[in-house]
């Protein structure tokens, strides 16, 4: 009975490899493995004469109306008295062949055995990228780097913007230590010594994570000492109440977006980090009870963190609802609203302000915080935990209070006491719809 397209696709596999007939001598042999191969028996010069076969290549890689085709030809050429066998291993066309048997086995050669011949450098082709540096850092990446980081965001960012499209179609054991210099170079041409240094490190890993996986020998991040590339920064900028004002009001006064605005605003008043504000989703925050609750996931020490908002920062959280046209992130994408906006939108906008304020980053801000309620004389424990930091030592281990109420007073104070910096004897700034709200409160 001859085979059908049904009839291929349900055979399975057994203890030992079986055949399939079709009809003309074309058969299939499945293996214990479940291949599925054409082959064809046919015979040159008729009855008695030895029988050869020969193999066209895998189902379905070949469909059943193609192997039936190969085999016609096949048959064609054995009919003239050549050997469809020899041609396939490459054997040269007899000589003393006949003009349309030399013709018929040049169309055979070009038609099947080329196109075997292509088929196997596709294989092996595919095979190759299968270790280009793209394909495996995806991999990595999706394998190693997202199940064990809580924000994997700035990793993925590396492999994006920098080292794919430098190295991406570079086999993995072909990259040298010039590509990587290449690469750090490159972002240290924007002024981003750090983020160089970074992406080196990202870069470090992946290599680590090939070398584990036999994809190469050597990793060519770490042969580059971090000192090559930038010097580590220890920063201590603690703005002072003058520097907090001049900032603020630079900032209300600039052309930024009202909601970077507000974000800046709320990342000095809340001791928060910049990435868990801009990754907030509405479903965190409870503005009747004043309450923000960060879910661990998303905090560098993958604990819950409670935010007591004060009356201010609880005010502008209420006008971005209004700004957030529905999204369920707080800080919504301009061309996406199911994703927040980008980590470095905040950078950009504080950089291209003009004020009269020594070098800082937005980090700094909870520096500052810290500092002036240090000086004010509130508790540090009450800071730390404002902070999200871990107590060390025996106090951390039997320390285990939440300090919930002097948490929402200090911050309150905190608020009122920026405020005061806003204003400074420099009359009425407007900062926005939700000033004389809490103004009036106060």
Same mark, same amino acid.
């Given at each position: ?32 493995? +479940? ?10 010069? +008729? ?57 018929? $086995? ?28 793209? /394909? ?55 002024? =981003? ?8 490190? /990202? ?34 900028v603690a703005l002072t109440s003058e ?36 990754? =907030?989703?509405? /479903? ?25 908002l004060p009356r201010q920062a609880v $005010? ?92 929402r007073e200090m911050l309150q104070w ?10 400074? +004897? ?5 900062? +926005? ?8 409160? =106060?």
């Amino acid at each position: 009975m001859a085979l059908s397209d049904t009839k291929l696709r349900n055979l399975k596999p057994a203890g030992k490899a079986y055949q399939e007939a079709d009809e003309g001598g074309l058969f299939v042999e499945v293996q214990p493995g +479940g291949t599925k191969t054409f082959r064809l028996r046919y015979r040159i010069g +008729g009855r008695g004469t030895k029988q050869e076969k020969v193999t066209l290549g895998e189902y379905p890689t070949y469909a059943l109306a193609e192997a039936r085709t190969w085999r016609d030809d096949c048959k064609a050429l054995a009919g003239r008295g050549l050997s469809p066998m020899a041609l396939k291993r490459g054997d040269p066309i007899p000589d003393d062949a006949s003009p349309a048997a030399k013709e018929l $086995a040049q169309g055979f050669i070009s038609k099947w055995c080329l196109r075997t011949h292509l088929k196997a450098k596709a294989t092996e082709g595919a095979a190759r990228e299968s270790d280009t540096v793209e /394909v495996f850092a995806r991999r990595w990446y999706a394998e190693i780097v997202e199940p064990a980081n809580s924000n994997p965001r700035n990793i993925h960012r590396v492999l994006e913007k920098d080292v794919i499209p430098a190295i991406g179609r570079k086999p993995v054991s072909d990259v040298t230590v010039t590509d990587i210099l290449a690469i750090t170079d490159k972002i240290k041409n924007r002024g =981003a010594d750090q983020m160089a240094l970074v992406t080196r490190n /990202v870069l470090k890993r992946f290599f680590a994570y090939a070398i584990a996986r036999e994809k190469t020998t050597f990793n060519p991040a770490a042969a580059i000492e971090a000192k090559f590339i930038a010097q580590a920064r220890s920063r201590d900028v603690a703005l002072t109440s003058e520097e907090v004002g001049k900032l603020l009001r630079a900032i209300y006064q600039s052309s930024m977006k009202r909601a970077h605005k507000l974000a800046l605003h709320i990342l000095i008043l809340c001791m928060v980090r910049k990435s868990e504000l801009i990754e =907030a989703k509405w /479903v965190e925050l409870d503005l009747e009870k004043g309450e923000w609750n960060i879910p661990g996931e998303r905090m560098k020490k993958d604990k819950p963190h409670l935010v007591s908002l004060p009356r201010q920062a609880v $005010a502008m959280f209420e006008e971005l609802k209004a700004l957030a046209s529905g999204s369920e992130w707080v800080f919504p994408s301009r061309g996406d609203l199911k994703q927040s906006i980008a980590k470095s939108t905040l950078n950009v906008a504080v950089r291209a302000l003009a004020v009269d304020v020594r070098d800082f980053v937005i980090h700094d801000f909870r520096r500052t915080a810290s500092t002036h309620l240090h000086e004010a004389g509130f508790n540090s424990d009450w800071i730390e935990k404002c902070l999200a930091h871990e107590t060390k030592g025996i106090r951390g281990v039997y320390n285990r209070a939440q300090y919930a109420d002097q948490r929402r007073e200090m911050l309150q104070w905190w608020a009122d006491f920026v405020d005061s910096q806003i204003q400074d +004897g420099r009359g009425k700034v407007i900062i +926005g719809p939700f000033g004389k709200s809490y103004q009036s409160a =106060a």
